[in-house]
Nanobody
Framework: QVRLVESGGGLAHPGGSLRLSCAAS????????MLWHRQAPGKQHELIAL???????SYADSVQGRFIISRDNVKKTVYLQMNSLKPEDTAVYYC?????????WGQGTQVTVSS
């Protein structure tokens, strides 16, 4: 089973950027599809980005054109580059590894966008 630890959250100003990292331990990281989700207070859980084992990416409309997901299978890390941040991007961000019926989650990292 893969284990995930997120980092890189914090405070950003509107229009600013942050890069989240999600480091995995355990074997066969390259076989997992990797996803980023977020949960804001009072809002529904949202799947925002996905990168497949073949490096295909998909984004929610809310982040399309602003966020970029990438992965480094040698470093066993997935990244979320967040640009042009908005206050509505404030949330706890979680990475998620999926392989068939297997799913692992990180503990989450807080992102706050405020002036």
């Amino acid at each position: 089973q893969v284990r995930l630890v997120e980092s890189g959250g914090g405070l950003a100003h509107p229009g600013g950027s942050l890069r989240l990292s999600c480091a995995a331990s355990g074997s066969v990281f390259g076989l997992y599809a990797m996803l980023w989700h977020r949960q804001a207070p009072g809002k529904q859980h949202e799947l925002i980005a996905l990168i497949s084992t073949g490096l295909r990416t998909s984004y929610a409309d809310s982040v399309q054109g602003r966020f970029i997901i990438s992965r480094d299978n040698v470093k066993k890390t997935v990244y979320l580059q967040m640009n042009s941040l908005k206050p509505e991007d404030t949330a706890v961000y979680y990475c998620n590894a999926v392989l068939g019926v297997r799913s692992a989650w990180g503990q989450g990292t807080q992102v706050t966008v405020s002036s």
